[in-house]
């Protein structure tokens, strides 16, 4: 399995922010890890997105399910062993799904911009 913070590193390389790991093994059967990032733009929650996809396919990775591609707000990619969420600002707030997951073990990954 590649590791969350591989997944991270992805996002930090297309200028994610609000990077967060959530290690829900404890709490939850529906996966390991949910990988959740902001993006500041449709073309920036696709660039992400792509960037991912083709990374991960790169290491024979592919996911089990895409949703919300024709939106430009909240898109979720499926891997089974983790789930990615890539958020407007916006659609996160709305969601709050940094409260909805609190529960879990929640690892923090600084972008550019908070060193």
């Given at each position: 399995m ?29 996966t ?29 990775m ?54």
């Open positions: 590649v590791r969350p913070k591989t997944i991270a590193k992805f996002m930090l390389e297309k200028k994610a922010t609000n990077i967060k790991i959530f290690d829900v093994r404890k709490i939850t059967s529906i390991d890890f949910f990988i959740v990032c902001n993006a500041s733009s449709e073309p920036q929650i696709k660039a992400i997105l792509n960037h991912i996809s083709r990374s991960l396919k790169k290491k024979g592919r996911p089990v399910n895409i949703e919300g591609q024709d939106r430009n707000d909240w898109i979720l990619i499926d891997y089974f062993d983790f789930i990615i969420h890539i958020f407007s600002e916006d659609k996160r707030s709305f969601y709050d799904i940094d409260r909805l997951w609190a529960d879990a073990k929640i690892t923090h990954i600084e972008d550019q911009d908070e060193k």
